[in-house]
């Protein structure tokens, strides 16, 4: 299996992602469902702490991704959902470097919404992913 990022010619580079990402190959698509913040016993852990959040929350979708058998670099889409984008933007630098330990330097598209609010009470963050398995 095979993960091509596809970027229009002419278009400036995209910076930590990728505009489409193509999956060639007989593979296996999981759809991750959102993740937040939780640890396995489901208590929120970094309350009121936006890059911790970040973090559990990226670490937790790799989790799911590795019970299926694939690996971080299998990730195609994230689709990111924040409460306060001031936060995520005053923490790049943190979150960049959570990101590349976590994922490394594997960019599939993403996307990043902000949201009014998330379900659980206190959560910031909330990372959903589909990946192709080969």
């Not at 016993?41 to 970094?46: A, Y």
């Not at 670099?73 to 005053?90: C, E, F, G, M, N």
């Amino acid at each position: 299996m095979e993960l091509e990022s596809i970027e229009p010619q002419g278009w400036a580079a995209p910076k930590g992602y990728s505009n489409g990402v193509r999956v060639r190959a007989a593979s296996e698509l999981l759809f991750v469902a959102g993740q937040i913040a939780w640890d396995a016993q489901q208590r929120l852990v970094g309350r009121g702490d936006f890059h911790a959040q970040f973090r559990q929350a990226l670490e937790n979708v790799c989790a799911v991704v590795r019970a299926a058998g694939g690996e971080p670099a299998h990730i195609a889409r994230l689709t990111i959902y924040v409460t306060d984008k001031r936060a995520y933007l005053s923490d790049l630098k943190a979150i960049g470097a959570a990101y590349r330990e976590t994922i490394g330097r594997h960019f599939p598209a993403m996307a990043l919404v902000q949201v009014a609010d998330l379900l659980e009470e206190g959560a910031m963050v909330e990372i959903e992913a589909t990946a192709a398995l080969g």
